[in-house]
């Protein structure tokens, strides 16, 4: 499966972005799709994750009251929705995969869905620039 990232751009604080994540070659129903996000000198991060067994989406605490997840399965497309940006939003947002396959019976959160080596495949990422 390849990835691709869109949707980025410069944004005021407080205002909103809606990030895209398209898949090609595979549908994304065949997997879990993350966000994670990486600032100069940081090092990578995640947002959000989704999932198609039914359990809840999985947020950072940081974006967990400004940010939504989801899926369109016709357009094999997962969307970021961010609102209330602040400037540390400010970074490369990456969307990864990880195939069903992989994940624990008890779902994301049996393993380790913070840490980017839990993710098989990553697109290019994204750049969400919030100025003030």
């Known amino acids: 499966v390849q990835l691709q990232a869109y949707g980025g751009g410069l944004v005021q604080v407080g205002g909103s972005l809606r990030l895209s994540c398209a898949a090609f070659?595979?549908?994304?129903?065949?997997?879990?799709v993350g966000w994670f996000r990486q600032s100069p000198g940081k090092e990578r991060e995640f947002v959000a994750a989704?999932?198609?067994?039914?359990?809840?989406?999985l947020y950072t605490d940081d974006v967990k009251a400004r940010a939504f997840i989801s899926g369109d399965n016709a357009k094999n497309t997962v969307f970021l929705q961010m609102n209330r940006l602040k400037l540390e939003d400010t970074a490369l947002y990456y969307c990864?995969?990880?195939?069903?396959?992989?994940?624990?019976?008890?779902?994301?959160?049996?393993?380790?869905?913070?840490?980017?080596?839990?993710?098989?495949?990553w697109g290019h990422g994204t750049l969400v620039t919030v100025s003030s």
């Open positions: 990864a995969v990880v195939d069903n396959r992989g994940i624990p019976r008890s779902g994301l959160t049996g393993g380790n869905y913070w840490s980017t080596r839990f993710w098989d495949y």
């Open positions: 070659g595979d549908s994304l129903s065949n997997y879990a």
């Open positions: 989704i999932s198609w067994n039914g359990d809840s989406p």
